[in-house]
Nanobody
């Protein structure tokens, strides 16, 4: 009932910036949280950031705090991720996720029940 489409990934040099966007459609009135996760080859999926429905609250992973800003929310039909000061270790596939669940911390993938296809971010030297 909810669809997510990510865009904005690509190749960027270390120290550069990139903005990812996640468009949400379908029945969004019961989507309480939108988030971004990332997964590098051979590693577990890692929480990046999340935003509540109207953008009133945001959450960030420790590895990106201070370098990343999430904005939007399901009420605005988008969740945008502005990433600055990108590092080699930020290279990963970035996934947008949406949650209709009302319980559970925003940091865990199990909180989310809809996922996008992912967009690749590659940071080069």
């Amino acid at each position: 009932q909810v669809q997510l489409v990510e865009s904005g990934g690509g190749l960027v040099q270390a120290g550069g910036s990139l903005r990812l966007s996640c468009a949400i459609s379908g029945r969004t009135d019961n989507v309480y949280l939108m988030g971004w996760f990332r997964q590098a080859p051979g590693k577990e999926r890692e929480f990046v950031a999340a935003v509540t429905s109207y953008g009133e609250s945001t959450f960030y992973g420790d590895n990106v705090k201070g370098r990343v800003t999430i904005s939007g929310g399901s009420a605005k039909s988008t969740a945008d991720l502005q990433m600055n000061g990108l590092q080699l270790e930020d290279t990963a596939t970035y996934y947008c996720a949406a949650s209709t669940l009302t319980l559970g911390p925003p940091y865990y993938a199990s909180r989310y029940n809809t996922w996008g296809q992912g967009t690749q971010v590659t940071v080069s030297r």
